[in-house]
Structures are given as C-alpha cells and as structure tokens.
C-alpha cells in the first residue's frame, strides 16, 4: 500500500513537471485594465494654469455685473465659505471719500483655466475666457500669480494667445487630434469652480460635431464645468488634444457632454495671432444650407452632399464667378464637400486673393468655375441679392402640387438677375405642408428652369404621382430645395 501511495504521488509530480493541468486549476484570463492617470498628471500638471480676469469700476460700482452668490446662503450653510471665496457678494458703493471718484478700482470679473505651450511664456485659454477683461492674472502650478498680456483673440474660433512674462516654464506637448479615435481615453485639468488643478476623465464621444461654422469639435463624456474653459483635453500619451471649450447643459452644470477644440485648429488660429494678433479668413459671399437626402435623389446626386447656395453677395467673388443661387457646390480647390458646414472652414482656411477651382451641380450637370476669395472682415455685414415678390393680376388655377403661380415681372428679374422664374399666388395642399407661401419664387422644378408659368404648368403636366418633386424656391434673398409631390386634383 505504501509502494503505491509513493507511486501516485511520483505520477502526479511528473504530470507537473510537463505541464499537465486539470480545469479546476487553470488560472482565469487576464481582464484589460484601466489607465493609470497618476504618472500621467505628475507629468502633464505643471503646466496647467488657473486664470482670473478684472475689470476696472467706473463709477457706480451698482452697475456693475451681479455675481452668482446664492440668495439666502448663510454662514450655517457647508458651502458658505466656497461660494463667498470664489462668488463674493457685491457691496453696496457707500460714501466716497473726498477726492476720490472709484475710478479704475479692480473688481473681479471671471475665471478659467489654461496651459503653457512655449518655456517663454506663451499660454492658450478660451477667447470668452479672456473678452472684455482689463486685466488678466495667471497662477501658475507652483502658486506664483503672475499678469498676463494678451496677445491676439479669435471670436470664431473661441481661442486666445496670452504670454506672462517668464522662463523656463513647463509646457504641453502638442498632440495630432486628426489621429484622435472615437473610444480613446482622455482626461481634462482646469479649475472647476474656481478649485485649481481639478482632474477628470473619460472617453472620446464623438468627432467632427458641427456647432459652430469654423469648429469641427471633440464631443467627450469628461466631466467639465465652469471655470474648466481654456483648459487642456489630453490623451493618454500626454499630448494636449483640444481645448476644453463647451458644454451641452440644461441646468447650467455637466451632463455628460462636453465638447473640445482640437489642437490642430486651434495651431492655426495662434500661428496667425503669434505673428499678427488676428485671424485672416478667406470668404466668397455666398449663404448656404444642407442638402437632404429628399433634395438629393430627384436632383441626379446619388447622396445628400454638398453645399446648397442659398444667396449670393451682390458683387461678391461668387457671383463674379458665376454661381448662382440653386448651385449645389461639391468641391472647392479640389476637395470634396461632404456636409454644408465644411465649405465655411475650407474657404476660411484660403488665403485671401487666392484663385481656387469650384465644382458645382447645375439643373443635373456638374460645372467647373474658378473664384477668386476675398477677406472675410470681422465687421463686414454681407448685402445679399433680393427683391420684393410681386402678386400677378390673375393667377391661374391650383395645379396638382397645390400652387397657383403667374410671371414675374421683367423689373423684378432684373432685380434679382434672374432669367426666369414665376411668382406663387396661391399655395395649398402639398405646397402650404411643404412651407410654400404666397409671394415665393420658383426658379426651377426637378432641375428643369421655370421661364413662365406656361412652362410651370408643362412641367408639373408631366409629374409622376407616385414620385416626389423638387422644387427650387427663392424667398427675399435666399433660395432652398423643397420636395412635395403631386395630388390628384
């Protein structure tokens, strides 16, 4: 018995040694593990600033703007000491001293965040941070406050340069938010609240979020609030990847969305503001809107793309190159135009007095021209082409779309240069559904020109029931693509 004890245990050794495993042994499969941030905000920190800007009081000091201290807060209250450190009530002005007017006295006037990008000096934040200020403060991570000079801001863009006067700063290293990847880690530093050196983190939303027409931005799920403007969004390799800039809210706090410039953007706002102190933007003079994928089809395009030209500048680049209202333009300077809002940050991105190649579709045709870009000056308030619509003397009957048109007027076409087009005088049915109203324009039908409302009448003669018609509407000085189909009348 004792031989064969010895023997098992010398069988059951051996299957060891050779890697022999039974499945009540077997270890469990290694889990992914979250980031570790620590080292990663040890590293990136320091160059993270808090940034608070003043006004200077003139006068009554009643009139200047209230501060969010919370009415009833009293000293029994836990958040009592927070809110009158960062939100301190505003005193009422009391008598002034003989001689002294209150003139130029500093008052608190906002705060955010920031980072370093230069040894120098140089410093990014948000431009709504830093508008309107007198004068602006930066707290550096080592608790020194130093004053700062701004540089150059951008309205569009929401971006400002600021430089304090120092060395041997620490600084951010510049990240390449095109690689950026929808899912990927990120975290955020800023002074939420006033509280310095706050840290949060989550993961990329989304990409390319349009809201605004030159930003396409970084949506994320970290958490940012006030005082979080200006910050940096850093990736896990610890590049600055955006800045921190917006947020979607009801309430006025973070609801997990938040939205980001990315740095690739924000690098040529700076060089511009670095070397000039502005931003120089191209523009071509048209207004224009998305198109549909109701629009697209009865068009000719096989997808909804492009930019649809609403209204055109009188005397702007465009109508001096030849486009006209209705054009739906697919590239500009050899790059294709996939969403309304990419033809605003191409043409911005051209340097004014450049010629550039445009491709546009045209009653079903693609068409090459070549525009010249002009400046977009920031004050500039672009005069669009229009004209009253006229009401004809007697309308013929309402056709099978719901209208009941007649011919403009030949003044009228010289006034909104155009070579046809007839005047809406009745609109019911599917037209009223649709949104088309009494004085509107039609221009063109299924890409077809409407010279006369003999021709409108042709064509509608011609509409299949069972397909959708499009419609090129002009009201005052824009023009849109309406779809409706025919009923049997």
Known sequence: MKKLLVAFVLAIAAGAA????TPSLAQPASRPRLPDFADL??????????????????????????????????ESDPFYDFFRRFFPPRQRPGPRAPGRSGQGEEVPRGIGSGF??????????????????DDI??????????????????????????????????????GDSERLRVGEWVLAIGSPFG???????????????DTGDYLPFIQTDVAVNPGNSGGPLINLSGEVIGINSQIYSRTGGFMGISFAIPIDEVMRVVEQLRATGRVVRGRIGVGISEVTRDVAGPLGLDRPSGALVRSIEQG????????EVGDIILKFDGKTIDRSSDLPRMVGATRPGSTVPIEVWRRGERKQLRVTVAELEPERTARS????????????????????????????????????????????????RAGIRQGDILLTLNNEEISNARRFAELVAKLDPSKAAVLLVRRGDSAQFVPLRPEAR
């Open 385 to 432: 082409r229009s004209g009253e619509p006229q009401r004809g003397d007697q309308p013929p009957a309402v056709n099978s779309l719901g209208l009941a048109v007649s011919d403009l007027p030949e003044q009228q076409k010289q006034r909104l240069r155009v070579r046809g087009g007839v005047v809406v005088d009745v609109a019911e049915g599917p037209a009223a």
């Open 116 to 133: 370093i990008i230069s040894a120098d000096g140089y410093l990014l934040t948000n431009h709504h941070v830093v508008e309107g200020a």
């Open 18 to 21: 050779i890697g022999w495993t």
């Open 41 to 74: 905000v040890e590293k990136v920190g320091p160059a993270v600033v808090n940034i608070r800007t003043t006004e200077r009081a003139n006068g009554d000091r009643s009139q200047l703007p209230q501060f969010p201290f919370p009415d009833g807060l009293d």
């Open 316 to 323: 702007g680049p465009a109508e001096n190159a030849g486009l």
């Open 137 to 174: 403060y930066v707290t550096l991570a080592d608790k020194r406050e130093l004053r700062g000079k701004l540089i150059g801001s951008d309205r569009r863009t929401d971006v400002a340069l600021v430089k304090v006067d120092a060395t041997n700063l620490p600084f951010m290293t510049i």
């Open 195 to 209: 509280l310095d050196n706050t840290v949060t983190a989550g993961i990329v939303s989304a990409k390319s979020r």
